[in-house]
C-alpha cells in the first residue's frame, strides 16, 4: 500500500503517519522520490481509512499494481534522461549506444569507440563484469575494463554504459564515474541490486528479463525509483522465443508503444541480443526507431570472429555506419553527435530504510 | 527425395524414372511447377544414385530441408507477385491491404472500402467464411459475402483478399474471381487446402501459425508451389505470446530479413491481429515497413465498437489515413495508388497426382 | 448465441424459433446433438429476450464462453467413450494405445501390433495418411495403409485410431470401419473437418494444438458436438517449447485436471510427440497416469532406426512391456486386456445446417 | 577453459600451472571442489596444450558445455544430500518440504509446521525475505522470520529451508543455521549468489528461472560447485506459460528424467508456483513423484484466503494431508518420517579468487 504525501508535508507529519502504522503492529517506510511516500504492510482497511485523514497525506493507494512512480498517471509528462548533455526520451531524436560486448584489450576497445563516435554514437557500450551463463567463460576485465572505459570517455568524450554484475562492486563504477549503469536481463529482478542502484542516484538502463512482462519490468524500475532515482531509461532486448526459432530471443517491439502508454520513461531498443545474428541487426534496427523508440544499443566490433563474447551477434563498423546513413536519410536521426561527456560525480546516497 | 529434372527432358523420360522407382518398390510423383520435378519415396541410396544417372535428370536432392522451389538457392531473383497491375515484392513499394475482419453487409464494406482506397490501399481485405474458435460466434456471410467483395472490386477497383476457411468452397471463390486467396493460421498446415489451392493457379497469401518456424512455414509454401502455382506471398501476424503479454501474439519482425535471406517470396505483415489491441497498430506497422516488408494487411472499421468481428483490433479510417501519410512523409508509400483491378480468369487446373 | 431447447420441444417449435429470428435479419441454425440447441447470431439482446419466451426454449445463452456441451456445468457426469467394450473415460482404468507412427508394410504393422496386445494395448495407433510439414517426407500408404490396420483389427482384435489428414477421404476411414478418427494438432482448429467428423458419428480423438490454450481445446470439441457427435476423446500432446528446450514440446500434464474441471470428456495423453525422444517417453507416461489420465498415446517400433517416422521418439516393445509391468505393480493399470473388438458400423448422418 | 588436476596433484605443482598461463597474459583461478580444478581464460591453443603436460595436471578440457562438477560424466553415482539425517536424491523415497509462502506471525508459522510435520513433511518451507515483484506488497518479516523459523526447527525438529534474497543477509541465514538456502528463480543467475552461497557450504536449493533451459540451469548449479558446495539440490517450478495459460508457468516435467541424465543432482518439484492455483497442485504433485522426483515443494496454509503472499496457490493442510496418504498407499512415500533435526554449523568459507 502506498501513502502519498502533500509536498508541502512535514517530517512531523511523516513521523506520525509512520508511528500510528506501527503502532497499529503494521511496517511502515518512508521513501523520498521527487515527492514523499510512505509503504506500508500490514494494516487493516480501517487504519488505511484512517490514515487518509492525517495531516501531511495527499492520497491512499490500496492498488497501485506496483507502478507508481513510474505510471503516466502520476507524471504525464516524458521523463527526459540528461547525461552530460545528451538527452534520451521525449522530444529528443533517437540515441546511438554503441560498442562491443566485452571491453578485451586498450587496442580493442579503442579501435571500436573510434569506429562508434563517427558513425554518431553518443555513448560507448562495452562490459567489464560480464556475467556468463558458462562459468568457464571469459567474465570479462573487471576493474580493468572500468579503466579502460575511463580512459575512452575522458580521451574520445564518449558516455559510458557498461552492466553491473555484482553488487559488491557498485563503489567502482562510482568510483570510475560511469555515465549509466546497465541491469542486465539477468539481474532486472535482483531487488538488493535494484535499491542500490537506486541510492547511486547514477542514471540506470533496465534491461527487460526476457520471461518478464511489461508490468513485472516496470515494477522493476520503480524499486530503483522508490530509492530516489528517476534517471532510469528501459531497454527492450527480446523475450524467451519459440523452440526452433532462429533469432536467439524474439524482439518485442509492441514494448515501444506499450510503454509509453504506461510510462514516462524513455525506453531504448537493443536489437542485437534479440537477433543474435548480425545479418539481421540492421532491420530490427531500423524497425525500433520506426517504432518510437529512445535509442538503440547496438554490439560493434571491429573484428568480430575473434571476440572474446557474442561475436556472432556484433555487426562491422561499416555496417554501422551504413544503418546510421539510412536512418539520417529518412531523418530519423541527427546528423549532430552528442559527443561532449564532461566528467560528474555520484556517490551512493544514505539508505533511508 | 527430390528429383530435380532438365528443362529440356521429355516425357518418355520422367515416366521412364518413375518405372525405374515403382519397380524397386518405392512410390514417385510428377510435379510440374515451372520446371518440372519427381518427389520420391522409398528408395534405396543406391536406386537414387542410378536414378541420378538417368536420361532427363539434372541432379538428385537427398535433403532438401522440405525447402527448394521457393528456396532463393533454386532461385536467387526476387519473385515479384502481380496482380492486375499491382506488384508485390522485389523493388515494388509496400502494398497496403485494408478492410475489415468480416464483412458484416453492404454498407459496412463499401463505406470502408471507400476509406481505404482513399488512404492508398490497393486491396480490400474481408472475411466471408470466418473460421471463428467460438462455434456460436458469427461465422461470415459465406457465398454472399464473397458476392459484395466481387461488387466492391467491379465499383471500386480495388483487387479483393479474403480466406478461404473449408475446401468444398474453393469453387465459389474462383467462380467470384477472388483475386488473392488467404490461407489462415490454423489453415496453415491444412496440406489438403494447400495442394487445392496450389492446383487453382490462384495467387496466395499464407499466413503464418503462431506456433510455427520460419522453416514450417515455408516448408508450408511448398506445398502449394509444389502443384504449380508460384503466386504465393507470406503474411507473418505473430506468434504465440507469453502468459501476461498485453498483445494477443508476439510480432516476430525477424522474420522479414530471414524469409529474405532463405527465400525468394515477397512477406507482407499483419500488425492488427499481432497487437490485438488498435492502440500499437500504427508503431507496429511503421515498424514492419521499415524492416523491409513487402505490404501491410490492416484491419480498420468505420465503426470499430460495433464490429462483429475483431473490433478491437481494428483502426479508424482516420488512424489508417494518418498512418499512410507519415510512411509517404518518409517516402516509405508511394502516393500513386494501384487502383486498376480489372477482372481476371482463374480455373481449377487438374490434378496430376 | 445459444438457444437451449426443453427436450419435450417439438419440430414446429423450433421452426417457429427460427423464423422469428430470419424475419429480424439473424441467422438461426438447428443443431441436434443430445438434446436440440438453436445457434443464432446477428440478433439485438431485445429479441434474444422475446426468443426466451417462445414455447419449446428452455434458456437463451448470451455468453457461453464457446463451450456448452462439452461443459461440466451442462453434464456433471463423466463421458465414457466405449468402443466395442473398451471404456475410456470415468471410473474406467488408463487405456494403452499404441503402435508405430506410420503404417509401413503388413509385417512391420502386425509386428508392432502383437507386441502391443501383448504389452496391454487395447488400441492399435498407426497412420496410413500422414501430414508431414516436409512435403519430401514419407506421406503414408494412403488407403493401402487403412487396410493394414484393418486387417489388424479383424486378426488380433485390438481397437484402431489413425488420423484424418484430408476431409476428402472421411469415406475410406468409414468404408474401413476405423474405431476412432484422430484430428491431428495441424487440424484442432479445421473447422471445415470438425463438422464433417461430428456428422460421421464416429468417435473422435482431438489432439491439442500446440499453439492453443484448454479453452480453445474444448471450443474445437464443441463442434464436434454441435453435429450430433459426442463420442469426443481430448489428447494433450505438448504445447510449443521454448528455444533451447531438449524435448520437442512441452507436456501440459496440468491440462488433465483442467479439463477435468471444466468438461466431462476423457483426457488421454500421448509423452511421444511431447518427448521426441524416447528416453523421457516411460517418465512422461507415469506421470500422466498419476496425473489422472484417461488412457496413453505410445508410439512403439521394434525397429526404431529404420521407421520411416518418427524414429527417435518411438520406444521399443520391451521398454513398452516395462512401463506396462511398473503402472500394473501400482495398481494404475489392469493386468485384464480390452481386446475384443468386433466391427462396428457407421455412416455419414445427413447435414442439417 | 578447465584443467582438471590429479588427486594427488601438490599445492606447488598448481601455482606452476598457474604462473604459466599468467605468464602468457591469461588469467588463472585455483577452485578446490571435491578435487581441485583451474580455470583459465585467454589462453592460445599452443599452450593449453603445453599444459596439459605439466606435472599434477589430469587433463583439459576446452569444452565443457559450462558442466563439468555437476555431470554424469564426471560423477556417474548420484549425489545424496543428507540434512540432518534426511537424504535427498539416489534411492531415498521422495522428501516433503511444505510451509507457507511467508511467515507472517509465530502463529502462523507454528500451525502450518504442526499440520506439515502431521503430513510426513521432513522441511518447513517459508520466505523470511520475500523478492516481490511488486515494491508495495509485503516483503517477508526479515530477520524476525528467521528466527521464528529457528525456533520451529527447535521445537518441532523440521528442517528449514528459506530464500536468500540479498547476498548482504547471507550471515543472518548463518547465524540463525538455516538447513537450505533456497535461490529462487529472479536469481538463478545472480553469479554473485550463486558463489557467495557456494562458499558458505550450507546446502542449496537452487529454483529454475522460467526463461532457462536445463542447461542454463545447470551451469548455474556449477557456479555453487566450484566454490567447493556440492551440496545442491535442483527445484523444477515451471517455466514461461503462453498468454492464456490457465497456470501460472507450464510445469515441465520431462526436466526429472533429463536432469538424471545429464547430472548427478538430485531433484525436487514444487507444484505450487507451476499451477498458481490450489485446485491442480494434487495432480502435479503425484504426477512429479511418478516421474521420479527426489521431493516435493508444496506450499500450505491454514488460512490461505488470507495469506499475505501466493494464498490462491497455497493447499490446506487436509488436501496435504490426503495427498500424502494417496503417495503412501502407492507405496510412493514412506510412512516413516525424518523428524530428527539437530543443530549444525556453518560458517562462511574465505573466498580463493
Known sequence: MLVILKSESTREEHERIMERVEQAGGRAELHVPKESVIVINGCTPSLLDEIGLLPGVASVRHNT??????????????????????CIGGDAPPVLMAGPCAVESRDQV???????????????????????????????????????????????????????????????????????????????????????????????????????????????????????????????RGVTAARGSRTRYMLDLAAVPIVKEMSHLPLVVDPSHAAGDRKWVPALARAAVAAGAAGLLIEVHHAADEALCDGPQSISPATLHELVSGLRALGQMPSRQYVQARRAKFKLIESRS
Chains 1, 2, 3, 4 share one sequence.
Not at 507502478?67 to 545528451?86: A, F, H, K
Not at 553518443?122 to 570479462?140: D, E, H, I, M, V
Request: net charge neutral; with cysteine; proline share 3%.
Open 65 to 86: 499494481g506496483g507502478q507508481w512512480l513510474s505510471s503516466r498517471e502520476r507524471q504525464p509528462e516524458d521523463t527526459v534522461v540528461e547525461i552530460r548533455g545528451c
Open 110 to 236: 579503442f579501435q571500436i569507440a573510434e569506429h562508434a563516435k563517427r558513425a554518431g554514437a553518443s555513448f560507448l557500450r562495452g562490459g567489464a563484469f560480464k556475467p556468463r551463463t558458462n562459468p568457464y567463460s571469459f567474465q570479462g576485465l573487471g576493474e580493468q575494463g572500468l579503466e579502460l572505459l575511463s580512459e575512452v570517455r575522458d580521451r574520445l568524450g564518449l558516455r559510458i554504459v557498461t552492466e553491473l554484475r555484482d553488487v559488491s562492486t557498485l563503489d567502482l563504477f562510482i568510483k570510475h564515474e560511469i555515465d549509466m549503469i546497465q541491469i542486465g536481463a539477468r539481474n532486472m529482478q535482483n531487488y538488493e541490486m535494484l535499491r542500490l542502484v537506486g541510492r547511486s542516484g547514477v542514471p540506470v538502463m533496465l534491461k527487460r528479463n526476457p520471461a518478464c512482462g511489461i508490468a513485472e519490468w516496470l515494477q522493476a524500475a520503480e524499486y530503483i525509483m522508490l530509492e530516489g532515482n528517476s534517471q532510469v531509461v528501459l531497454c527492450e
